[in-house]
RNA sequence: GCGCCUGUAGCUCAGCUGGAUAGAGCAACGGACUUCUAAUCCGUAGGUCGUAGGUUCGAGUCCUACCAGGCGUGCCA
């Protein structure tokens, strides 16, 4: 929407240039945008503010030359004024709006659908937390804010990839199939120490509960060395399945589950090593080898083989980093939880040393959940406490709630989750304020059905009976909502959806109360039926970004 | 010490990448169900945008310093 009207001024300014009354150079960037107050106009813009010193004018002068072209050039408006120090804010005809709320109902599904992705191929990588335990919360916030960055994407047209990058090798590897072993020892009668850095969580038992179940003491009398790969696969495998269904019941799924050990077995690690000395971007110091990403804008340089000849971590993500620009993404998005941060700077260095343009390669960090229970903090610790894994969480709040908890707030801000807060279904938790908008407007047309109203999206409704005041500030909203998709999209912001539908349903309940949709005049009713079924329309898509669901009745 | 995030109404948070008189929800107070769902609506009250400077036509937003809270600063992942 806002578009065309970038386009309107453009036009005049064009003109205003060849009238010799602007030079324009260089030609200013068009900001379109909405008044604070919608009495002031539909839309304004500050060129002319903006204009004022390379014009050497000021931005009254400016403004008129300006509006002197636009008001010969478009049908779309209806009113143009200035405002001090310059504005110009613009009203449009009714028409403009009423064509583009047709063009909604006609698109459906697709409403809210852009193109500012063009097709650029975006992988996106999220959750990617270590298969050694189930999923916290913390992790089901990452999961929800990169499920929806995700869909915000397509939406806007990007051709996204998601993936899951499994950290099935290394040192936590070890740690868990020692962990399982003990326990299985433990389990048939032998005196264990359990070391303090071991997993120490009840579900390592579950695991090595099964093992018992099914081999029996198969590996009792083995020696270590033997038992654990076994013990590492088997807890692993376990453990991940259990992720993958929590992810699935959180309406969480990924195009790609990656796994690390690939990079090993393909020689894909070793390669990039080479590939990065062959650059000079590595070299060798107290028997271990470095990568030089100071010289990339990181404090120091780092390690990537360790004395003892493992690869570190970060060694093999510089691998995965480099598969994935094989893979042709032109814009790779790494979701981490905030407690990660430090690794933010390495990570960016390794993608400038491999020439990777800096712009395209974006680490979203996620702050901390705080779990609360009535104002007071849960315990997080390991120890059986209160919930603590998202799958309890998501049993106790369900989907919908958990979800738009995690998506409500600005990822870089902290997160009070209050479960008795999230459970209530009261005015403080907005997402069955959103549902019960839906459920509302589904239930109107099952009242208009029932008493013969036949209902149509054609053409010949008369959508100029919509003259309301309320009604052309839903329409307005409702209309905002592609923006709203493609700022998200460009800020890789996802809870501006959230709050979108927030203030658009808030408007359709004032007016609800205030109106009455289904009455004795038959036109008017067709023409607010068009209307709620855009809003429907409207909550429908916005809660698909969001992966919440509708319901028709509440 | 250094780095990152945060600081806006009593509480929880927005503030559209620098615009017009800083906004919601909750809590408080007062109203509205004989109606298409009251899980709703209407009204009142509530502010030194952490502090101090700077940049400019214009700053909650940008730059600097400081204060407070959180996190990080491994040959862990």
Same mark, same amino acid.
């Given at each position: ?21 602007? /030079? ?9 945008? /909405? ?41 779309? %408006?209806?009113? &143009? ?9 613009? /009203? ?13 109902? !006609? ?79 433990? %389990? %048939?009668?032998?005196? &264990? ?21 099914? !081999? ?180 106790? &709040? ?130 607010? %039926? ?25």
């Amino acid at each position: 929407m806002k578009t065309a009207i970038k386009i309107i001024i453009h036009d005049a300014l064009e003109k205003a240039r060849r009238a010799g009354e602007l /030079k324009l150079s260089p030609f200013p960037e068009v900001v379109v945008e /909405k008044p604070k107050d919608e009495k002031m106009g539909d839309f304004s813009t500050n060129v002319a503010m903006t204009l004022a010193r390379s014009e050497r004018k000021n931005p009254q002068a400016i403004a008129e030359s300006v509006v002197r072209h636009l008001k010969n050039g478009s049908d779309d %408006l209806r009113q &143009v004024e200035i405002a001090a120090p310059g504005f110009i804010n613009l /009203k449009m005809s009714r028409e403009f709006f009423m064509e583009r709320l047709r063009s909604v109902v !006609k698109q459906r599904d697709d409403f809210g659908k852009t193109n500012v992705g063009q097709g650029v191929k975006v992988m996106i990588e999220f959750v990617s937390a270590n298969p050694t335990g189930p999923l916290h919360v913390g992790h089901g916030r990452g999961a929800a804010v990169g499920d929806v960055l995700g869909r915000i994407l397509k939406k806007a047209g990007y051709d996204l990839s998601t993936e899951y990058y499994i950290n099935d090798v290394g040192n936590q590897m070890n740690l868990l199939g020692k962990s399982t072993w003990l326990r299985y020892r433990e %389990l %048939l009668g032998k005196a &264990v120490e359990f070391p303090d850095d071991h997993y120490r969580g009840e579900y390592i038992k579950d695991i090595a509960d099964q093992i018992v179940a099914q !081999k029996g003491d198969e590996f009792l009398n083995k020696p270590e060395e033997e038992c654990l790969p076994f013990f590492r696969k088997y807890a692993k495998d376990n453990i991940l399945k259990g992720i993958k269904k929590d992810l699935a019941e959180f309406r969480v799924t990924f195009d790609n589950w990656f796994s690390e050990q690939s990079l090993y077995e393909n020689n894909s690690v070793a390669t990039a090593i080479e590939w990065l000395r062959g650059k000079g971007h590595v070299y060798e110091k107290d028997g271990a080898v470095w990568l030089k990403s100071s010289a990339f804008n990181d404090d120091k340089d780092r390690v990537i083989v360790k004395q003892t000849g493992e690869k570190t971590y970060f060694c093999s993500d510089i691998a995965y980093h480099q598969n994935k620009i094989d893979r042709g993404f032109k814009k790779i998005i790494d979701l981490m939880g905030a407690d990660h941060h430090g690794y933010v700077p390495r990570m960016e260095a390794v993608l400038k040393a491999m020439g990777f343009d800096e712009k395209t390669f974006t680490i979203l960090l996620v702050q901390f959940v705080s779990l609360l229970r009535a104002g007071k903090k849960v315990s997080m610790s390991t120890r059986a406490g209160e919930f603590k894994t998202l799958a309890d969480v998501v049993s106790e &709040v369900g989907v919908d709630v958990a979800r738009y908890y995690f998506l409500m707030r600005s990822s870089d801000t902290h997160l009070d989750f209050d479960l008795e807060l999230a459970k209530k279904e009261t005015p403080e938790n907005p997402v069955f304020y959103i549902q019960y908008a839906h459920a509302r407007i589904c239930n109107i047309f099952r009242a208009a059905e029932e008493s013969g109203v036949v209902w149509s999206s054609s053409d010949a409704v008369n959508l100029a009976l919509l003259n309301e005041e309320e009604e052309l500030g839903i329409i307005r909203a409702v209309l905002a909502f592609p923006e709203v998709v493609e700022k998200s999209a460009q800020a890789l912001e996802v809870h501006r959806i959230s709050h979108y539908l927030l203030d658009m349903v808030s408007r359709f309940h004032s007016y609800y109360s205030r109106h009455r949709v289904i009455s004795d005049d038959k036109a008017l009713t067709l023409a607010r %039926l068009f209307l709620l079924d855009a809003i429907r329309i409207t909550i429908r898509n916005g809660f698909a970004l969001l992966g919440i669901s509708a319901p028709e009745k509440m």
